[in-house]
T-cell receptor, first 105, second 116 residues
Framework: DAKTTQPNSMESNEEEPVHLPCNHSTISGTDYIHWYRQLPSQGPEYVIHGLTSNVNNRMASLAIAEDRKSSTLILHRATLRDAAVYYCIRNDMRFGAGTRLTVKP | DTAVSQTPKYLVTQMGNDKSIKCEQNLGHDTMYWYKQDSKKFLKIMFSYNNKELIINETVPNRFSPKSPDKAHLNLHINSLELGDSAVYFC???????????????FGPGTRLTVL
């Protein structure tokens, strides 16, 4: 079973920021938080990962709570191509249902 | 060049048949994985091999047998196919599998298996 919980779905408007939450209250101190996304009819692709500090890359930002029990993936300006299922997972790579992000033009 | 490739992309077969799905990665990674994504879109890890050795073997029927001839290949052989085996199977690879470290996985495009 996945050890993370995410909302089933979220909607965003194009060009607006999106905050995708994830709860991982039982995470251990050495467990990384990974985010992947799966575009329609494709395999999952890596988005970002982090341990304790907030992280930024060209795709997104990852904000990690100080107690590490939750994190938020931030897409700064959603595009139609960002419509996908976003998965928050731990080192055990057990995927849950993820969050289906719909981006409206 | 494709980093992680799978063949075939589609596989339609009858119940009871035996089939194989091939996976190859050209990333020089040490670890390879097989995942199953069912009709409800849940993605579940099945197996993981590190340097040709099995390191993760989830609760998968023994009709499924992974075979790793070398580090770059992890094939999935399925005996006596059942209707419930219909799913999309993804292969993935990563640089390593070490506790406490991240291991970004690169996924293949998937193989859609349909058992009739």
């Amino acid at each position: 079973d996945a050890k993370t919980t995410q909302p089933n779905s979220m909607e965003s408007n194009e060009e607006e920021p999106v905050h995708l939450p994830c709860n991982h209250s039982t995470i251990s101190g050495t467990d990384y938080i990974h985010w992947y996304r799966q575009l329609p009819s494709q395999g999952p692709e890596y988005v970002i990962h982090g341990l304790t500090s907030n992280v930024n890359n060209r795709m997104a930002s990852l904000a990690i709570a100080e107690d590490r029990k939750s994190s938020t993936l931030i897409l700064h300006r959603a595009t139609l191509r960002d419509a996908a299922v976003y998965y928050c997972i731990r080192n055990d790579m057990r995927f849950g249902a993820g969050t289906r992000l719909t981006v409206k033009p | 060049d494709t980093a992680v490739s799978q063949t075939p992309k589609y596989l339609v077969t009858q119940m009871g048949n035996d089939k194989s799905i091939k996976c190859e990665q050209n990333l020089g990674h040490d670890t390879m994985y097989w995942y199953k994504q069912d009709s409800k879109k849940f993605l579940k890890i099945m197996f993981s091999y590190n340097n040709k050795e099995l390191i993760i073997n989830e609760t998968v029927p023994n009709r499924f047998s992974p075979k790793s001839p070398d580090k770059a290949h992890l094939n999935l052989h399925i005996n006596s196919l059942e209707l419930g085996d219909s799913a999309v199977y993804f292969c993935a690879s990563s640089q390593g599998l070490r506790a406490g470290l991240y291991n970004e996985q690169f996924f293949g495009p998937g193989t859609r298996l349909t058992v009739l």
